[in-house]
Structures are given as C-alpha cells and as structure tokens.
Nanobody, 124 residues
Framework: QVQLVESGGGLVQAGGSLRLSCAASGRIFSNYVMGWFRQAPGKEREFVAATTWSLGSTNYADSVQGRFSISRDNAKNTVYLQMNSLKLEDTAVYFC?????????????????WGQGTQVTVSS
C-alpha cells in the first residue's frame, strides 16, 4: 500500500507562487506515475499535471501549461508541484495521486492512491 500526504497549500495573491509537496510512504516502484488533480467548489475534479517516476516525463493540463511545473525527488519519495503566476481560477483543493504505469496519464480513474488534499486559495 502507498500513503500520500500533501502539504504547502495556503493563501496567496494573484501572480504569486506556491510549491506543493506530496510525500509518499511505502514502496514506490519504477513503473509508478504521480499526478496532481484539483477540485474547486461546485466543479468536477480536474487534471493538473503528472510525471513518471522513472524518467520524469511530464503531462500538463492546458490551463496550467507554462505556469506550473511537476517534479520528483526519488531519494525522498516526494513529488512537487511548483505553481507560478497564480490566477483566481487556480483556487481549489489540490490532491496528489499515484498509480502504476509508464505514461503520465491525465485520467483520474487510473489513479488508485490519493492524498487528503491541500487547500490553495488565490486572492486579488
């Protein structure tokens, strides 16, 4: 089993930056994929970014392309989401997720492990 714990959320002004962390416990194999999703009030869960644990290939939602960056530290079993140029519409609960595979999939149903979520609020 894999346990995921997010941290780093908070309140930030539009145009600012935040870095989210997702610490994983348990064995992380080379064919694991790590992803970030978000959910705003009244909206469906939305894909944000994903990366493969082995080679670090990435996939980003169009809405965050060029502003957000996903990365991983294999030694620390931790994945990060660097969020820059934050917009009001980025406000949401952000979830870390994991699954087995070789492709950084954006399909939420493919992910079998989920963290508890961390709140990100962007103000004007």
């Amino acid at each position: 089993q894999v346990q995921l714990v997010e941290s780093g959320g908070g309140l930030v002004q539009a145009g600012g930056s935040l870095r989210l962390s997702c610490a994983a416990s348990g064995r992380i194999f080379s064919n694991y994929v790590m992803g970030w999703f978000r959910q705003a009030p009244g909206k469906e869960r939305e894909f944000v970014a994903a990366t493969t644990w082995s080679l670090g290939s990435t996939n980003y939602a169009d809405s965050v392309q060029g502003r957000f960056s996903i990365s991983r530290d294999n030694a620390k079993n931790t994945v990060y989401l660097q969020m820059n140029s934050l917009k009001l519409e980025d406000t949401a609960v952000y979830f870390c997720a994991a699954t087995t595979g070789w492709v950084p999939t954006e399909e939420s149903d493919r992910y079998t492990y989920w963290g508890q979520g961390t709140q990100v609020t962007v103000s004007s």
